[in-house]
């Protein structure tokens, strides 16, 4: 089936620095990928659609400035956590679709610690 | 504003016996809907999906029942096995448009040996 990874699974910087997040579809090409957010037993959380070759579309509440995402080629789509503080600490997971209407298939998520 | 719900936070099931995991939506706008399966520090694993124009859809011990009228679906898992044990999200999105899947706050299932 289709995979998508995500890439760091897990990591911890300090406040005031950036931390980029790759999300890549290993075995199809993805015009939209997605981008999720998950707090301590809550729900997914969209932040944003990435459209190749375009700008991100954010969800109303979430910084564009804040939350940067690049989706540069069909495979790859990143979101740079810029100036990150505690409160960004956060499981942060991507998705995209194989196929038009067809299930999201996620990556494994990136665990956000900022100390 | 609570798109999709899972109003049971947890559920408890002995091995062997059925589970059933609830959903409910507000927007009438979704006619596809997805579940699910969450392990910590893992990405949510497809499981299953169903339609708007379906009231069910089987695929091995899962079946999803959609209730439109209701704006209800539930998904069945029989038998229920140990490694069933996660959070179970219930997804909805329209199949037009932007198909933003918007999630419920997950069930966590426990199978009891």
Same mark, same amino acid.
């Given at each position: 089936?289709?995979?998508?990874?995500?890439?760091?699974?897990?990591?911890?910087?300090?406040?005031?620095?950036?931390?980029?997040?790759?999300?890549?579809?290993?075995?199809?090409?993805?015009?939209?990928?997605?981008?999720?957010?998950?707090?301590?037993?809550?729900?997914?959380?969209?932040?944003?659609?990435?459209?190749?070759?375009?700008?991100?579309?954010?969800?109303?509440?979430?910084?564009k400035?804040?939350?940067?995402?690049?989706?540069?080629?069909?495979?790859?789509?990143?979101?740079?956590?810029?100036?990150?503080?505690?409160?960004?600490?956060?499981?942060?997971?991507?998705?995209?679709?194989?196929?038009?209407?067809?299930?999201?298939?996620?990556?494994?998520?990136?665990?956000?610690?900022?100390? | 504003?609570?798109?999709?719900?899972?109003?049971? +936070?947890?559920?408890s099931?002995?091995?062997?016996?059925i589970?059933?995991? /609830?959903? #409910?939506?507000?927007?009438?706008? $979704?006619?596809y809907?997805?579940?699910?399966?969450?392990?910590?520090?893992?990405? +949510?694993?497809?499981?299953?999906?169903?339609?708007?124009?379906?009231?069910? /859809?089987? #695929?091995?011990?899962?079946?999803? $029942?959609?209730?439109?009228?209701?704006?209800?679906?539930?998904?069945?898992?029989? +038998?229920s096995?140990?490694?069933?044990?996660?959070?179970?999200?219930?997804?909805?999105?329209?199949?037009?448009?932007a198909?933003?899947?918007?999630?419920?706050?997950g069930?966590?299932?426990?199978?009891?040996?």
């Open positions: 089936g289709a995979v998508v990874s995500q890439h760091p699974s897990r990591v911890i910087c300090k406040s005031g620095t950036s931390v980029k997040i790759e999300c890549r579809s290993l075995d199809f090409q993805a015009t939209t990928m997605f981008w999720y957010r998950q707090f301590p037993k809550k729900s997914l959380m969209l932040m944003a659609t990435s459209n190749e070759g375009s700008k991100a579309t954010y969800e109303q509440g979430v910084e400035d804040k939350f940067l995402i690049n989706h540069a080629s069909l495979t790859l789509s990143t979101l740079t956590v810029t100036s990150a503080h505690p409160e960004d600490s956060s499981f942060y997971i991507c998705s995209a679709r194989s196929l038009p209407g067809s299930p999201l298939h996620f990556g494994n998520g990136t665990r956000l610690t900022v100390t | 504003d609570q798109q999709v719900k899972q109003n049971s +936070p947890s559920l099931v002995q091995e062997g016996r589970s059933i995991l /609830n959903c #409910d939506y507000t927007n009438s706008m $979704f006619d809907f997805l579940w699910y399966k969450k392990y910590p520090a893992e990405g +949510p694993t497809f499981l299953i999906s169903i339609s708007s124009i379906k009231d069910k /859809n089987e #695929d091995g011990r899962f079946t999803v $029942f959609l209730n439109k009228s209701a704006k209800h679906l539930s998904l069945h898992i029989v +038998p096995q140990p490694g069933d044990s996660a959070v179970y999200f219930c997804a909805a999105n329209e199949i037009q448009g198909q933003k899947l918007v999630f419920g706050q069930t966590r299932l426990t199978i009891n040996p």
